[in-house]
């Protein structure tokens, strides 16, 4: 009987969840969805660092990663193009 | 590329769930290292002893290993911040007026 | 995406949401020496609240409250408050950065005051305070340079 504990489920479920989101950003063409698929990881991140004990550095990437960053790549994309490969 | 991403996939996957097998659990006592950064409270005296609560007088030890023990860190990042406002502005200051 | 304005849906929620995530944001700096949290994470976050804004009402219009001069004025005062509090305990103690707020009877008091004792840290908020001017300051005059360049740019 192999004993299940949350807390290993919850990580291993937080792992896939981060990975492949961090896979669709790549695989997108559509930036702006790419973008917000970043910023999806980004907040899996600190969810993650959260559980790994270490509450400051989980406000510092939700603050930077989920929001600034991603407030400054929109700001990007509206002064570029929207689609990989667009002119 | 699909394939190389699916390997990557895999392989985090893996690492990952190798560095979660020997976690501790959640909201487990911290170990003999943690009581010497943070301090213990001694029963008897009701007193907190030897750590930085009692050094510094900060409940949060990150912050007064990061403001106090090593300041000097701390001042470094506030000049890397304070180049980087200065880059931006150089670079970008007198191109919004024209 | 041509207008850089927002809807109006998304603009009255970005003015209600502004002040809830300025005051948490000063909330996490000020309480940095007791919480999870600090100078930096919640000048990110106050950072964040700028940005939110001006993503929903465009840069032109935050430019007129807020000019990134005035940003960056603020950012160098908060590293002026970071260096004079690090020369006074030069000063006052024995060495550069020295915490000489710590055992005095108003601030750095161990263990604090009150029957639960509430510890305050000696001057651990004051550089808290002082990063947090930085950080606010400074994301948010990146950010809104950058909205304002990458704007003329679209136009040319």
């Known amino acids: ?3 299940i504990n949350l807390f290993e489920v919850l990580i291993v479920v937080l792992s896939v969840f981060m990975i492949a989101s961090a896979v669709i950003a790549v695989w997108f063409k559509d930036l702006l969805a790419s973008v917000i698929s970043l910023a999806a ?3 899996v991140l600190s969810l993650y660092f959260y559980i790994l004990h270490a509450p400051d550095v989980a406000i510092a990437e939700a603050g930077v990663g989920a929001a600034l960053t991603t407030a400054i790549l929109i700001i990007t994309i509206r002064a570029t193009y929207r689609m990989e490969g667009e002119k | 590329m699909k394939k190389l991403a699916f390997i990557g996939f895999v392989v985090f996957c893996l690492f990952l769930f190798y560095a979660a097998y020997d976690i501790r659990d959640f909201g487990a006592p911290p170990s003999s290292m943690d009581d010497r950064i943070i301090g213990s409270y001694n029963s008897t005296t009701g007193e907190w002893e030897y750590g930085a609560v009692n050094e510094t007088g900060a409940n949060n030890a990150v912050t007064s290993v990061v403001f106090d023990y090593r ?8 000049t890397v911040l304070f180049t980087a406002i200065a880059g931006v502005m150089l670079l970008f200051g007198g191109r919004k007026h024209e | 995406m041509s207008d850089e304005k927002m809807s109006v849906i998304v603009q009255t929620i970005a003015g209600m949401l502004f002040p809830m995530v300025l005051i948490f944001s000063f909330y996490v700096i000020l309480h940095g020496h007791l919480t999870p949290g600090g100078g930096f994470q919640g000048g990110a976050i106050g950072a964040s609240a700028v940005a939110l804004l001006i993503v929903a009402y465009g840069s032109k219009t935050i430019e007129k409250k807020m000019a990134e001069e005035n940003l960056s004025i603020f950012e160098s005062l908060g590293g002026l408050v970071f260096v004079i509090v690090a020369i006074a305990g030069f000063i006052l103690a024995s060495a550069f ?7 005095e009877p108003l601030f750095g008091q161990i263990p604090g005051w009150g029957e639960s004792p509430l510890n305050s840290g000696g001057f651990l908020p004051i550089l808290n305070i002082a990063v947090g001017m930085k950080v606010i300051g400074g994301l948010s005059a990146i950010v809104l340079m950058l909205a304002l360049v990458s704007r003329e740019v679209k136009e040319q």
């Open chain 3, 97 to 103: 950065l020295s915490n000489f707020l710590v055992g």
């Open chain 2, 71 to 78: 300041g000097y860190d701390t001042l470094g990042e506030a």
């Open chain 1, 1 to 3: 009987m192999i004993e």
């Open chain 1, 41 to 43: 990881m980004s907040l």
